[in-house]
């Protein structure tokens, strides 16, 4: 039926067509309403209708794509259409009037996602101070204290502290009412925003939400929320661990009622009660959200894994400095551990069992099949020093855990595609691949080396970073110069003004480039997307 | 035509009509005016222009030296009025009339500053209440009041509690109108039910005609306090005698009042992001009309919404000032680059103080030498004042018809050495020798 209308309507838009004016009005009439991809690129545009003549592309051509699930595609191009990608390969076809970004000589990464960070990313430092203010509640802003006796700072807000704010965020969880205000809130202007995106994150998480660092705009910034249960989980408390246990059990056997009610489909048989079931546990047990502990010593981890296993969730262990000496147990769990590879956890004296703080940490949990995600130990962003703005050198803090034997393809998933799953937006964000978002940053070199920069970052299909337009960091060593002779789709690429191009390490660059992707090769999976676009 | 005018003018039994040549007169609607004499008569302009003859017999004040200019107009103030209140209050309804006290010595020196008209805003944050407008002139709060309500002071930052308080104020309008629609429905079913009886007995139909007729002039009386009256309710509750809407509550009203455009808000913002929020809460309120006011400080990055201000020509109210950008120690002028986008300008004194009012022109005459237009300057303390206000057909301009509310300066009104010679109101001189 479709297939008949549609002929005679082609045919009649083919004739308007001759007539420019009148086309437009055809256009609009025929657009299938099931195009699909109406995104809120498109929708912006009240008046423009019309979905295909006014669909907004943007390509980044010609780069070394690194698309965060395994491997490396030299000189490809990325095509989004409306904010999501629909093609990566080599010889894309860029529609006219495509907005290109000129990547020949750089890397294309997907973009960092920061577990942890900073409620002033979102809400900027201007944010008006007072209850409402959404950000920076969850995590204290100066964590770090330095002690003139001490070598290195300490913690200010030792792990006990957590343990007593977590019965709030606990009630939180379990209510549905409770939701993140990060719409209400959100700055798109704000200048941690800005150095956010210079460091190569283009999502957040703030509390339990995902949070997308949109430029110049407020609509479409939450990408998930309420992905996390934070629960509570101590050796030395046993007591709440008892009830912890009491409320899965109930939730579990609730959970096991209503299926049995379900298969004898008895209709007069009354739903079992919900009553006294742990909200959070069921959210948990029903996989809507992760339970996520905060916890680093072998016992408790043990613990965790172990519980995780009878009822049959995947934890999510933040810290976890001891994790390397149970790794094969978390491993089997299916654990998450989101790691603060440069964290100094000292060893229990009073066991022998090995204890403490590793470098290794981060290689041994993953090796035994622990999906590791990285997060800074201060949640801070800011150009004022270096100790205590851990966001900004998020890739440096991963660089931490190759060092200790991660492999690079893993250290890469530790900042983008395991946090986006521990937020439940991996459908969204977390690699580049066709039907996700093109959240994409542009780097002069390797992500994980201390030299690269951020070039260029894109949100949604759009450039909201350029290293050389922003006061940051455009001094320090000015972008490469590109390769002489342009590719074809990038000829109208406006960067032409290339003043400080007396830059010499491009080929030097290149070459440590070479050498850490011989490094990463082991890691390389099946050649990913382009075959996925059909 | 002005000639024209000028003769009938003779023609006219004398009275209060007279005549005043400046150097030059800032007309601010038309441009500059060099000789120019200004034509008053009962508190009004009659008549501006260029080496105007003047019929005999019309007293002329010659002063050839001074330079004529709206009064000027200060709508977003406090001066003379206690304040400091940072409580956030959900009181549309309020205004802040019996705070004002006609015998502080704040009027007398703004009027002697050249400032004529104030808006006086109301205290508090949140939904304050309406602003008042003031004449800096009067013994008791009746001969000080112009007009009110001036506008809904509304303020909005960037969080939930605050764009929660304006959605629901408009979701009770909401409600309101359903309950009005509702009652109507109901009223229209009783209303046929009563047809049905009488057409039935279709004998008394001229008379019910009659009755129908002097119900409606009725009822448009009723109407004239009820905003929410549009004409296709007129035209439904023809039919018979009137139909009476439940009276809103009086926090309700301010906003009917704003969704049919009789009331305007102004919105005070504290950073960009708050103008998108702004626009946010009010994606549905296509209708409603209102200004933005935000201060100016260093990291105010205002400059991000210029343009989207701009395209939407939007009154503007700031303070004449530059600003560092943000982790920066570059200067912007916000206050030129919002003009330049096409924004309305106001410009309110830097500091709300009597000395606050002192620096005032020379604060904007700095800004004009960083980059401001002058027009746009000029306009920005006199006629987009008014508009504000809603007084932009009455107030801020040396027009025709407008009140005669001037302020005589010993030269540029932006440079330092600029005294005020004399002020006008309405047509009188009540600051300055004038012989």
């Known amino acids: 039926m479709a297939r008949t209308l549609e002929t005679p309507l082609k045919l009649l838009s083919a004739l308007l067509a001759l007539a420019a004016t009148v086309a437009r009005i055809a256009a609009q009439d025929e657009t299938p309403p099931a195009e699909g991809q109406q995104e809120e690129g498109a929708g912006e545009e009240g008046k423009k209708d019309d979905d295909e003549e006014h669909a907004k592309y943007f390509a980044i051509v010609g780069g070394d794509v690194v698309p965060g699930i395994g491997g490396i595609l030299r000189d490809v191009t990325i095509l989004a259409r409306n904010g999501k990608i629909t093609e990566i390969g080599h010889d ?41 203010e959404d950000g920076g509640v969850a995590e204290p802003e100066e964590e770090i204290r330095f002690d003139a006796l001490l070598p290195v700072p300490i913690l200010a807000h030792p792990k006990e502290e957590t343990a007593e704010e977590t019965p709030d965020l606990q009630a939180e969880e379990g209510g549905d009412e409770m939701k993140s205000e990060i719409e209400d809130t959100f700055d798109p202007f704000s200048s941690q925003l800005v150095l956010a995106l210079a460091t190569g994150i283009t999502s957040v998480q703030q509390q339990s939400a995902a949070v997308k660092l949109k430029r110049y705009e407020i609509e479409g910034v939450l990408l998930g929320d309420r992905h996390i249960s934070t629960l509570t989980w101590s050796v030395n408390n046993p007591s709440n661990i008892r009830s912890l246990r009491e409320k899965f059990e109930r939730a579990s056997s609730y959970l096991r009622d209503v299926r049995a009610w379900k298969d004898r489909g008895n209709k007069d048989e009354k739903e079992p009660s919900k009553r006294g079931v742990d909200a959070t546990a069921l959210r948990v047990l029903q996989g809507e959200s992760l339970a996520y502990f905060r916890n680093g010593a072998r016992e408790d981890l043990l613990g965790i894994a172990r519980f995780a296993q009878e009822y049959g969730f995947r934890p999510v262990i933040e810290g976890c400095d001891e994790g ?30 090995p204890g403490g703080a590793s470098i290794e940490n981060a290689a041994k949990l993953h090796a035994a099949g622990v999906q590791v995600a990285v997060r800074p130990e201060n949640t801070g962003i800011d150009t004022i020093g270096i100790a205590g703005r851990d966001v900004l050198h998020m890739p440096v803090e991963a660089g931490f855990a190759v060092r200790g034997g991660l492999s690079e393809a893993a250290a890469l998933e530790a900042m983008t595609l395991v946090p986006a799953r521990i937020l439940g937006v991996d459908h969204r964000i977390g690699s580049l691949e066709v039907g996700k978002d093109l959240d994409a940053i542009v780097t002069d070199g390797d992500l994980l080396h201390y030299r690269t920069f951020v070039q260029y970052t894109v949100v949604d299909g759009k450039l909201v970073y350029d290293k050389e337009k922003e006061l940051y960091f455009a001094h320090i060593r000015p972008r490469p110069k590109k390769p002489e002779e342009p590719a074809p789709a990038a000829a109208e690429e406006p960067k032409a003004e290339e003043e400080k191009a007396e830059e010499p390490p491009a080929d030097e660059k ?21 075959d996925d676009e059909g | 035509m002005i000639l024209t005018s000028l003769m009938l003018l003779g023609a006219l039994p004398g009275g209060d009509l007279w005549a005043v040549r400046v150097k030059r007169a800032e007309t601010v609607a038309k441009g500059p005016i060099e000789h120019a004499l200004i034509l008053v008569e009962d508190g009004r302009i009659l008549a501006i222009g260029e080496d105007l003859p003047v019929e005999r017999g019309i007293p002329v004040i010659e002063r050839e030296d001074w330079v004529a200019t709206p009064g000027w107009i200060n709508c977003h103030t406090r001066v003379g009025f ?11 309804q309020l205004s802040p009339e019996i705070e004002i006290d006609p015998r502080n010595d704040a009027w007398k020196e703004l009027l002697e500053l050249g400032v004529t008209t104030v808006g006086v805003y109301p205290d508090g944050t949140g939904i304050p209440g309406q602003a008042i ?28 509690s605050s764009k929660n308080m304006l959605r629901e104020a408009f979701s009770k309008v909401d409600e309101y109108e359903e309950k009005v629609a509702k009652e109507r429905e109901k009223w229209e079913k009783e209303q046929e039910k009563k047809k049905s009886k009488s057409k039935s007995s279709k004998k008394d139909e001229d008379k019910d005609k009659k009755e129908e007729e002097k119900k409606e002039e009725e009822k448009k009386e009723e109407k004239k306090e009820d905003t929410l009256a549009t004409q ?42 708050d103008y998108l929020h702004l626009l946010d809460v009010l994606e549905h309120e296509e209708k409603v009309h209102f200004s933005v006011e935000f201060p100016l400080r260093n990291d105010i990055d205002f400059y991000e919404v210029a343009p989207k201000i701009g395209e939407k020509k939007l009154l503007v109210v700031t303070q004449p000032e530059t600003t560092l950008q943000p982790n920066s120690i570059r200067e912007r002028n916000i206050p030129a680059e919002l003009a330049r986008a096409g924004a309305k300008l106001v410009l309110v004194p830097r500091d709300d103080s009597v000395e606050g009012h002192e620096e005032w022109r020379t604060d904007v005459g700095r800004l004009i030498g960083q980059g401001l237009s002058r027009e746009a300057a000029l306009a920005a ?23 005669a509310d001037i302020v005589f300066w010993s030269g540029d009104p932006f440079e330092p050495s600029t005294r005020v010679e004399a002020v006008m109101l309405e047509g009188r001189f009540v600051y300055g020798e004038v012989k």
């Open chain 2, 133 to 160: 407008v003031l004449r800096t002139r009067g013994d008791t709060l009746e001969e000080m009041l112009v007009h009110k309500p001036a506008y809904l002071s509304i303020h909005l930052q960037a969080n939930s």
């Open chain 2, 381 to 403: 303390v006199t006629l987009e004042a008014a508009r504000v206000l809603d007084l932009g057909e009455r107030l801020g301009s040396l027009e025709e018809g407008k009140q």
């Open chain 1, 324 to 353: 390397w000496t149970v790794a094969d147990e978390l491993g089997r769990a299916g654990a998450f551990a989101v790691l603060i590879p440069r964290r100094r956890d000292p060893k229990d004296e009073r066991f022998t069992r």
């Open chain 2, 82 to 92: 206690p304040r400091g209140m940072s409580s956030r209050t959900f009181d549309p």
């Open chain 1, 92 to 132: 894309v076809f860029v529609p006219e009037g495509a907005e290109t970004l000129d990547a020949h000589g750089l890397r294309v990464y997907p973009g960092l996602v920061a577990l942890g960070a900073s409620g002033r990313i979102t809400t900027g430092n201007l944010a008006a101070e007072g209850p409402e």
């Open chain 2, 232 to 273: 296709d309710e007129k035209k439904e509750e023809k039919a018979s005698d009137a139909f009476v809407p439940p009276e809103p509550d009086e926090k309700v009203k301010p906003f009917l009042d704003l969704r049919a455009g009789t009331l305007e808000a102004m919105v005070s913002l504290s950073k960009a992001a």
């Open chain 1, 510 to 530: 290149k070459d440590e480039a070479k050498d850490e992707e011989s490094g990463g090769d082991d890691e390389k999976k099946d050649e990913p997307p382009k």
